[in-house]
T-cell receptor
Framework: KNQVEQSPQSLIILEGKNCTLQCNYTVSPFSNLRWYKQDTGRGPVSLTIMTFSENTKSNGRYTATLDADTKQSSLHITASQLSDSASYICVVSFSGGYNKLIFGAGTRLAVHP | DGGITQSPKYLFRKEGQNVTLSCEQNLNHDAMYWYRQDPGQGLRLIYYSQIVNDFQKGDIAEGYSVSREKKESFPLTVTSAQKNPTAFYLC??????????????FGSGTRLTVV
């Protein structure tokens, strides 16, 4: 069964600290993996997208890694800010097709002052 | 600025009523999608449309209906047949097959509550 599992479900960190979110997937055949940030009551916004051949991709303080062999990805947030408080969603695409996206349940991050 | 506009932001439905959620995009994207988001779960696909006048059922289409009469618009009707409609609904669009394309954009969502 094609699945995307994220951990932890929720996380609380202090402002200025770093954190890493995990994503494990069993989707096959794999096309790409995306990380989205979703603020409460808003739509998801894309942070990064990586294909099979990419190991890492950065977007400011956000750095995503991908290990296609172990089917694992991580999202590292550096020097967290209060505005980083949101849900972070991992999304994996099948190869081909308009409807072939599998969404993780997300990790809810709270950054406290 | 180009983007996707969903309206209303909040919607309340009485038992037995049909309600329609609006989704409009000015990104010139061919494909549009409707997702449902429930607490603790990943987004689930309701319907999608690749071109005007064509749409396909997703994983949870029962109790929902859509139309695609214009490229820019993809309204979703939640019918009385949907037994548990309270959820956050997200509309999205893409410029090519979502699996390979990077142009996948979400709207801001509509929160539907049954009263």
């Amino acid at each position: 069964k094609n699945q995307v599992e994220q951990s932890p479900q929720s996380l609380i960190i202090l402002e200025g600290k770093n954190c890493t979110l995990q994503c494990n997937y069993t989707v096959s055949p794999f096309s790409n993996l995306r990380w989205y940030k979703q603020d409460t009551g808003r739509g998801p916004v894309s942070l990064t997208i990586m294909t099979f051949s990419e190991n890492t991709k950065s977007n400011g303080r956000y750095t995503a890694t991908l290990d296609a062999d172990t089917k694992q990805s991580s999202l590292h947030i550096t020097a967290s800010q209060l505005s980083d408080s949101a849900s972070y969603i991992c999304v994996v695409s099948f190869s081909g097709g308009y409807n072939k996206l599998i969404f993780g349940a997300g990790t809810r991050l709270a950054v406290h002052p | 600025d180009g983007g996707i506009t969903q309206s209303p932001k909040y919607l309340f439905r009485k038992e037995g009523q049909n309600v329609t959620l609006s989704c409009e995009q000015n990104l010139n994207h061919d494909a549009m999608y409707w997702y449902r988001q429930d607490p603790g779960q990943g987004l689930r696909l309701i319907y999608y449309s690749q071109i005007v006048n064509d749409f396909q059922k997703g994983d949870i289409a029962e109790g929902y209906s859509v139309s695609r009469e214009k490229k820019e618009s993809f309204p979703l009707t939640v019918t009385s047949a949907q037994k548990n409609p309270t959820a956050f609904y997200l509309c999205a669009s893409s410029d090519r097959a979502a699996a390979s394309g990077t142009g996948y954009t979400f709207g801001s969502g509509t929160r539907l509550t049954v009263v």
